[in-house]
Each structure stands twice: as structure tokens, then as C-alpha cells.
């Protein structure tokens, strides 16, 4: 049996910035059956962990203790029923928390093998983004090769995935961003059409390009109707967060005349089951995207884990293309 172990983890004992972020020493146990213990290489910032320090994202019952919710690794300990993985083996994985750490704990479901031709550190960009992309422009939204999607945010982690997937799926690729230098890397990443949200009508520029089939939409407010009149017939707007807020006033009319659908979901609260299949469709369907190079993270910045602050500051002000990552 693997003894206890110590890990440093990250919390926010009090919600505020990110000065409230603290480290902290805690006693790891063994891993239980189907459990992983990985040890990390790097961990993922996510806008969550943001939401979650501020005190408005509470973790779900029995998560662990701690903030974060992606790490790559390399598997330090398996637990009783655990099959396919091997001691030392590198891994990446979506966690309920306690990612931001020198040891993570996750139920094998939700492991993954890191990509072939993806950097073991890199790979910590993947599995947060990858899960909600699949999940909501792949399977809510049932994006077809063909079709025009708009993503949100296109230089944000969840973007620059969202556009790379949705382009190696056969889809024409749309985005927002709010700068000429976002504008561009949205475009080297594959965007067929970009819009400076802060110099644009991005809604009247959709339209000129098409149209949107399927908009995946992470500001909420008044975003909701401009996304209405900018989807087709038929169209799909999936949003998975509200920047701008989440409550909204609109016309139904428009969307029963277009027979548009509006849906949305979260991803940590779900079951492991849950996670275990979006997983097992991942590897089937992404992972040949990525080692085929047609889907890759994205890296803004690294910081060390001690410098956890530094890193939601960097989240804080908008200013980063791609994902952040925590380097123990």
C-alpha cells in the first residue's frame, strides 16, 4: 500500500482577489478504488478557479480540497480496479479540484495518456477546454462538418480549442476577440472569419459571412440576443458561462420563428460516470485530432505554483491568448 503522502495545495480561505489565493500543506491518503494519484507536471488556470476564489463557485460535495481542475503528470499510485494506466506513465486528467498542487487526485475515468507529440507540461491545456468543447459544440450543440460555428472569446483557452476542434471537424469557424493581436492569432489557429468585438458590429459581420449554425457563448447579457439574430434556421447557441451576466430580457418571437434552441451546461458537478464517457469519446474522436496536429494547447504563460497570484492576476486582466499553466 502506498503511505500518506504531503502535497501543497491552493485555496481561498476568504473570497477576494487573487492575494486571497493561499498555499498550504496537507496529507494526501492512498488512493481509493478507481482512483489516480498523478504527480504533477503543471496545472491549468481556468476561468472557474477565478469564480471559485472570488467565493460564487462553490465545489461540489466531496471534491477535493483545493483549487483547480486540470493537471498533467505523470501517475504516481493506482488504486484497487484501476486498468490501462502504469506507474510513471504521463497522464493528463479533469479533476473536481485540488489541481493546484504538487499531487493530484483523480478518478481513473477522467485520466487520459497524453497525446503523442504533446510536451507533458502542454498537455495540463487540454483536458478542462477539451471536455467543454466536446461536451457543448460537439454533442449539445451537434456541430456537422459544414456548418458555420462562432465561438466567444476566440483567444481565450476555451476558444483557441474551440476553433482548432471545430476546424478539424470540417466546420467554417467564426470568432470574437477584443484586439488586433487576439484578432490574429484566432486567425493563425484557423478562424476563417474574425471580429474585433471592440471596433465592429460583430453581429452585422456574421450575418455578411453567413450566418451561425451553432454559437458557443461564454458572456451572457446582451450578447444572448445579438447571438439569436446572428444564428441561422435552426441554429444552436450553447452557453456554458455570463461574463456580462445571467439574466436576460428577449423576444421569443425571433427564435420560435427561426426554431433556434438555447441550451447550456456545467461540467465539474457531473458525475465520474459522466466525465468517464465525455472521456471515452475524447480519446476516440480528439485525440487523433491533436496527434495528427491539427488540434493543439494553446500556452499564454507559466508561472510557478508559489506564484499562484501572479497567475490569476495574469487571468484577471484579459490580456492573455491561450491557456495559463501552474508549474510546481
Known sequence: MTPSLTTRIVTALQPGGPDALRLETVTLDPPGPGEILIQIAASGVNRPDVIERMGFYPPPAGAPKGLGLEVSGHVLALGAGVKGFDTGQPVCALVAGGGYADIARAPAGSVLPVPQGVDVVNAAGLPETVFTVWTNVFEAGALKPGERFL??????????TAIQMAKAHGAIVMATAGSAQKC???QTLGADHVFNYREEDWVDGVKAAGGADVILDMVGGDYVAKNLAALNRFGRLVQIAFLKGSRVEMDLMGLMLKRQTITGS??????DAEKAALASAIRQHVWPWIEAGQVRPLIDSTFSLADVAKAHERMDSMAHAGKILLVP
Do not use: E, N, P, Q
Open 184 to 186: 490574429a492569432a484566432c
Open 151 to 160: 465561438v466567444h472569446g476566440g483567444s481565450s483557452g476555451i476558444g483557441t
Open 266 to 271: 456545467t461540467l465539474r458537478a457531473r458525475s
